[in-house]
Protein backbone atom coordinates (compact mmCIF):
# COMPACT_ATOMS: atom_id res chain seq x y z
CA UNK A 1 0.00 0.00 0.00
CA UNK A 2 3.21 2.70 1.10
CA UNK A 3 4.82 1.72 -2.18
CA UNK A 4 1.47 2.42 -3.91
CA UNK A 5 1.03 5.68 -2.09
CA UNK A 6 4.14 6.83 -3.22
CA UNK A 7 4.39 5.94 -6.70
CA UNK A 8 1.18 8.49 -7.49
CA UNK A 9 3.11 10.70 -5.23
CA UNK A 10 5.65 10.81 -7.51
CA UNK A 11 3.01 10.43 -10.83
CA UNK A 12 1.43 13.70 -9.50
CA UNK A 13 4.65 15.51 -8.71
CA UNK A 14 5.46 14.45 -12.78
CA UNK A 15 2.39 15.83 -14.05
CA UNK A 16 2.31 18.99 -12.00
CA UNK A 17 6.00 19.89 -13.13
CA UNK A 18 5.06 19.14 -16.59
CA UNK A 19 2.33 21.27 -16.43
CA UNK A 20 4.01 23.95 -14.99
CA UNK A 21 7.38 23.67 -17.92
CA UNK A 22 4.85 24.44 -20.36
CA UNK A 23 3.61 27.41 -19.03
CA UNK A 24 7.17 28.60 -18.24
CA UNK A 25 6.57 29.14 -14.51
CA UNK A 26 9.16 28.29 -11.60
CA UNK A 27 9.08 24.60 -10.16
CA UNK A 28 11.59 22.59 -7.65
CA UNK A 29 13.22 19.38 -9.35
CA UNK A 30 14.82 17.44 -7.04
CA UNK A 31 17.69 14.99 -7.98
CA UNK A 32 19.77 12.48 -6.58
CA UNK A 33 23.42 11.25 -7.37
CA UNK A 34 24.76 7.62 -6.87
CA UNK A 35 25.49 8.13 -2.81
CA UNK A 36 21.65 9.33 -3.16
CA UNK A 37 22.37 13.29 -1.73
CA UNK A 38 19.60 14.84 -3.30
CA UNK A 39 19.66 18.35 -4.72
CA UNK A 40 17.34 21.14 -5.66
CA UNK A 41 16.87 22.95 -8.75
CA UNK A 42 14.83 25.84 -9.03
CA UNK A 43 13.79 26.13 -13.01
CA UNK A 44 12.07 28.64 -14.57
CA UNK A 45 11.31 30.42 -18.44
CA UNK A 46 12.05 34.29 -18.64
CA UNK A 47 9.02 36.14 -17.71
CA UNK A 48 7.06 32.74 -17.74
CA UNK A 49 6.80 32.83 -21.67
CA UNK A 50 6.21 29.49 -22.90
CA UNK A 51 9.35 30.38 -25.80
CA UNK A 52 11.14 32.39 -23.39
CA UNK A 53 14.87 30.83 -22.39
CA UNK A 54 15.46 28.86 -19.19
CA UNK A 55 16.99 29.99 -16.17
CA UNK A 56 18.11 27.51 -13.00
CA UNK A 57 19.37 27.75 -9.35
CA UNK A 58 20.59 24.88 -8.10
CA UNK A 59 20.63 24.61 -3.81
CA UNK A 60 21.66 21.65 -1.74
CA UNK A 61 18.65 21.74 0.42
CA UNK A 62 14.37 22.36 -0.18
CA UNK A 63 14.19 25.08 2.15
CA UNK A 64 16.25 27.41 0.55
CA UNK A 65 14.79 26.36 -3.09
CA UNK A 66 11.49 27.08 -2.13
CA UNK A 67 12.58 30.24 -0.57
CA UNK A 68 14.49 31.49 -4.07
CA UNK A 69 10.93 29.92 -5.94
CA UNK A 70 8.67 32.24 -4.31
CA UNK A 71 11.40 35.54 -4.81
CA UNK A 72 11.32 34.41 -8.15
CA UNK A 73 7.71 34.31 -8.21
CA UNK A 74 7.51 38.31 -6.83
CA UNK A 75 9.84 39.19 -10.01
CA UNK A 76 7.13 38.14 -12.38
CA UNK A 77 8.98 34.64 -13.26
CA UNK A 78 12.56 37.18 -13.51
CA UNK A 79 15.53 36.98 -11.45
CA UNK A 80 15.52 38.56 -8.24
CA UNK A 81 16.88 41.71 -7.77
CA UNK A 82 20.02 42.21 -6.28
CA UNK A 83 20.35 37.86 -6.81
CA UNK A 84 24.12 36.93 -8.79
CA UNK A 85 23.81 33.64 -10.17
CA UNK A 86 25.38 30.80 -8.12
CA UNK A 87 26.73 32.81 -5.17
CA UNK A 88 23.33 34.85 -4.12
CA UNK A 89 22.37 38.21 -3.44
CA UNK A 90 24.81 41.05 -3.66
CA UNK A 91 22.52 43.94 -3.70
CA UNK A 92 22.22 46.76 -0.91
CA UNK A 93 22.58 45.63 2.61
CA UNK A 94 23.54 42.18 1.33
CA UNK A 95 27.61 42.81 1.41
CA UNK A 96 29.60 45.57 3.44
CA UNK A 97 30.08 48.86 1.29
CA UNK A 98 33.68 48.11 0.36
CA UNK A 99 32.57 44.31 -0.77
CA UNK A 100 29.73 46.04 -3.69
CA UNK A 101 32.17 47.51 -5.67
CA UNK A 102 34.34 44.75 -5.70
CA UNK A 103 35.14 43.41 -9.40
CA UNK A 104 34.08 40.31 -9.02
CA UNK A 105 30.49 41.25 -7.05
CA UNK A 106 29.82 44.20 -9.81
CA UNK A 107 30.66 41.77 -12.42
CA UNK A 108 28.58 38.84 -10.84
CA UNK A 109 25.30 41.28 -10.31
CA UNK A 110 25.72 42.57 -14.26
CA UNK A 111 25.61 39.63 -16.01
CA UNK A 112 22.80 38.46 -13.39
CA UNK A 113 20.58 42.07 -14.52
CA UNK A 114 21.55 42.06 -18.04
CA UNK A 115 18.35 41.72 -20.06
CA UNK A 116 17.82 40.29 -23.48
CA UNK A 117 19.94 37.54 -23.16
CA UNK A 118 19.80 33.45 -22.55
CA UNK A 119 21.04 31.30 -19.44
CA UNK A 120 23.58 29.93 -21.66
CA UNK A 121 25.29 33.30 -22.34
CA UNK A 122 24.83 34.07 -18.70
CA UNK A 123 27.11 30.62 -17.51
CA UNK A 124 29.41 31.28 -20.35
CA UNK A 125 30.27 34.70 -19.26
CA UNK A 126 30.36 33.49 -15.63
CA UNK A 127 32.87 30.73 -16.60
CA UNK A 128 35.28 32.82 -18.67
CA UNK A 129 34.90 35.21 -15.54
CA UNK A 130 36.20 32.51 -13.28
CA UNK A 131 38.77 31.52 -16.03
CA UNK A 132 40.80 34.32 -17.26
CA UNK A 133 39.18 37.88 -15.84
CA UNK A 134 38.92 37.55 -11.99
CA UNK A 135 42.65 36.01 -11.30
CA UNK A 136 43.79 39.61 -12.00
CA UNK A 137 41.09 42.10 -11.29
CA UNK A 138 38.50 40.00 -9.02
CA UNK A 139 39.80 41.67 -5.86
CA UNK A 140 39.84 45.14 -7.64
CA UNK A 141 37.52 47.91 -6.88
CA UNK A 142 35.42 48.59 -9.96
CA UNK A 143 36.32 52.52 -8.98
CA UNK A 144 39.86 52.81 -8.98
CA UNK A 145 41.19 54.42 -12.01
CA UNK A 146 44.54 52.78 -10.65
CA UNK A 147 43.43 49.20 -10.65
CA UNK A 148 42.03 49.76 -13.97
CA UNK A 149 43.59 52.08 -16.32
CA UNK A 150 44.86 51.72 -19.90
CA UNK A 151 48.14 50.15 -18.50
CA UNK A 152 46.89 47.65 -16.01
CA UNK A 153 44.16 46.29 -18.95
CA UNK A 154 47.09 46.13 -21.77
CA UNK A 155 49.51 44.37 -19.78
CA UNK A 156 46.30 41.73 -18.99
CA UNK A 157 45.84 41.41 -22.78
CA UNK A 158 49.26 40.75 -23.25
CA UNK A 159 49.75 38.15 -20.67
CA UNK A 160 46.01 36.56 -22.42
CA UNK A 161 48.36 36.82 -25.81
CA UNK A 162 50.82 34.42 -23.94
CA UNK A 163 48.58 32.29 -22.41
CA UNK A 164 48.53 29.10 -23.72
CA UNK A 165 44.98 27.32 -24.29
CA UNK A 166 44.00 23.25 -25.82
CA UNK A 167 42.06 23.09 -28.72
CA UNK A 168 40.90 19.57 -28.91
CA UNK A 169 43.67 17.19 -28.23
CA UNK A 170 46.15 20.18 -29.74
CA UNK A 171 47.96 22.74 -27.51
CA UNK A 172 48.75 26.31 -28.68
CA UNK A 173 48.48 30.14 -27.70
CA UNK A 174 45.03 31.58 -27.29
CA UNK A 175 43.89 33.40 -30.99
CA UNK A 176 43.21 36.79 -31.26
CA UNK A 177 39.63 36.14 -31.70
CA UNK A 178 39.70 34.93 -28.14
CA UNK A 179 41.32 37.73 -26.78
CA UNK A 180 39.50 40.23 -28.46
CA UNK A 181 35.90 38.02 -26.46
CA UNK A 182 37.76 38.62 -23.27
CA UNK A 183 38.36 41.97 -23.43
CA UNK A 184 35.00 42.58 -24.63
CA UNK A 185 33.13 40.79 -21.28
CA UNK A 186 35.95 43.54 -19.00
CA UNK A 187 35.11 46.26 -21.11
CA UNK A 188 31.07 45.49 -20.66
CA UNK A 189 31.65 45.35 -17.16
CA UNK A 190 33.41 48.68 -17.03
CA UNK A 191 31.29 50.37 -18.96
CA UNK A 192 28.18 49.17 -16.62
CA UNK A 193 30.28 50.93 -14.06
CA UNK A 194 30.42 54.04 -16.09
CA UNK A 195 26.65 53.88 -16.69
CA UNK A 196 25.76 53.23 -13.07
CA UNK A 197 23.49 55.94 -11.60
CA UNK A 198 25.33 57.25 -9.77
CA UNK A 199 28.73 56.69 -11.95
CA UNK A 200 31.16 54.40 -10.57
CA UNK A 201 33.97 55.63 -12.94
CA UNK A 202 34.88 58.55 -15.54
CA UNK A 203 35.60 56.47 -18.14
CA UNK A 204 36.44 52.99 -19.60
CA UNK A 205 39.81 52.49 -19.94
CA UNK A 206 39.16 49.54 -22.39
CA UNK A 207 38.76 51.90 -25.14
CA UNK A 208 41.94 52.96 -25.36
CA UNK A 209 43.29 49.24 -25.72
CA UNK A 210 45.05 48.33 -28.93
CA UNK A 211 44.14 44.86 -29.42
CA UNK A 212 46.08 41.58 -31.45
CA UNK A 213 44.65 41.52 -35.50
CA UNK A 214 42.53 38.90 -36.18
CA UNK A 215 43.67 37.94 -39.32
CA UNK A 216 46.57 36.00 -37.09
CA UNK A 217 45.25 32.75 -35.54
CA UNK A 218 47.77 32.82 -33.13
CA UNK A 219 49.15 29.42 -33.56
CA UNK A 220 52.58 30.38 -34.50
CA UNK A 221 52.98 29.84 -38.12
CA UNK A 222 54.50 31.38 -40.37
CA UNK A 223 55.30 31.48 -44.01
CA UNK A 224 51.84 31.75 -45.64
CA UNK A 225 51.14 35.55 -46.21
CA UNK A 226 47.92 37.00 -47.46
CA UNK A 227 47.17 37.01 -51.23
CA UNK A 228 47.96 39.75 -52.90
CA UNK A 229 44.77 41.31 -54.75
CA UNK A 230 43.97 39.65 -58.14
CA UNK A 231 46.31 36.99 -57.38
CA UNK A 232 44.31 33.88 -58.93
CA UNK A 233 43.81 30.84 -56.60
CA UNK A 234 44.85 27.26 -57.75
CA UNK A 235 47.77 25.21 -59.41
CA UNK A 236 50.57 27.44 -59.85
CA UNK A 237 51.85 28.37 -64.24
CA UNK A 238 54.67 25.38 -64.34
CA UNK A 239 56.25 27.37 -67.47
CA UNK A 240 56.77 30.38 -64.77
CA UNK A 241 56.49 33.99 -65.74
CA UNK A 242 54.95 35.00 -68.79
CA UNK A 243 58.27 37.29 -69.65
CA UNK A 244 61.12 34.50 -68.91
CA UNK A 245 59.13 32.01 -71.46
CA UNK A 246 59.32 34.44 -74.26
CA UNK A 247 57.11 35.01 -77.59
CA UNK A 248 54.44 32.80 -78.02
CA UNK A 249 55.50 31.27 -81.53
CA UNK A 250 52.92 28.53 -81.67
CA UNK A 251 51.02 28.65 -84.59
CA UNK A 252 47.35 30.16 -84.50
CA UNK A 253 44.63 27.28 -83.70
CA UNK A 254 41.47 27.21 -86.27
CA UNK A 255 38.09 26.72 -85.06
CA UNK A 256 35.18 26.76 -87.56
CA UNK A 257 37.80 27.88 -90.53
CA UNK A 258 38.20 31.48 -88.07
CA UNK A 259 41.48 31.68 -86.03
CA UNK A 260 41.88 31.36 -82.10
CA UNK A 261 44.30 32.74 -80.64
Known amino acids: MDVFVSCAHRVRTVCARRLLACDGMAYVVERKDKRGNATYRVRWREGGARTAPWHSEKFDNREAAE ?21 GYVGDGALPANDMYLFRNFALQVIATRTGVSERYRQDCIRDLERYVFPTFGDCDVRSAAD ?19 RGSRRKLMSPKTVRGLHALLSMV ?7 EPPLRDRNPCRLTRLPRTDDDGGGRRGRGRRLPGARRGRRDRGGPAAARGPDTRPPRLWHGAEVG
Open 190 to 196: LQAAVGH
Open 67 to 87: IFLSAVEEADQRWPVGWVPGI
Open 148 to 166: FSRETVGAWVNELCRTWVW
